[in-house]
Nanobody
Framework: VQLQAYGGGLVQPGGSLRLPCAAS????????IGWFRQAQGKEREWVSC????????YYTDSVKGRFTISRDNAKNTVYLQMNSLKPEDTAVYSC???????????????WGQGTLVTVSS
């Protein structure tokens, strides 16, 4: 079972990035998938989650209206579309699976290797 987040990079403030979270060894749509981020020197922070049962989406307040989480079941991939990026969004972004969406990291089982997003001019 593996999850892999990728697509990070350097982007200017106000720019956009889309981060895929690809799974191998299991079917993503059987699970809730969450995105977390960890900035240097800070605690890991829950960002967003998409449920398995009804596709309902959840976001932390600081990204509402700017980030969108979605699934492509045919590609066994979950995406985090990030728009209007700010310097404070700079972090390593990781994805993980759980039975249901939640904000607590112990709820999540498998974690993909993260990808670094740097928002800077």
């Amino acid at each position: 079972v593996q999850l892999q987040a990728y697509g990070g990079g350097l982007v200017q403030p106000g720019g956009s990035l889309r981060l895929p979270c690809a799974a191998s060894g299991f079917t993503l749509d059987h699970y809730a998938i969450g995105w977390f981020r960890q900035a240097q020197g800070k605690e890991r922070e829950w960002v967003s989650c998409i449920s398995s049962s009804d596709g309902k989406t959840y976001y932390t307040d600081s990204v509402k209206g700017r980030f969108t989480i979605s699934r492509d079941n045919a590609k066994n991939t979950v995406y985090l579309q990030m728009n209007s990026l700010k310097p404070e969004d700079t972090a390593v972004y990781s994805c993980a699976n759980a039975r249901v969406c939640g904000v607590a990291t112990p709820q999540y089982d498998y974690w993909g290797q993260g990808t670094l997003v740097t928002v800077s001019s």
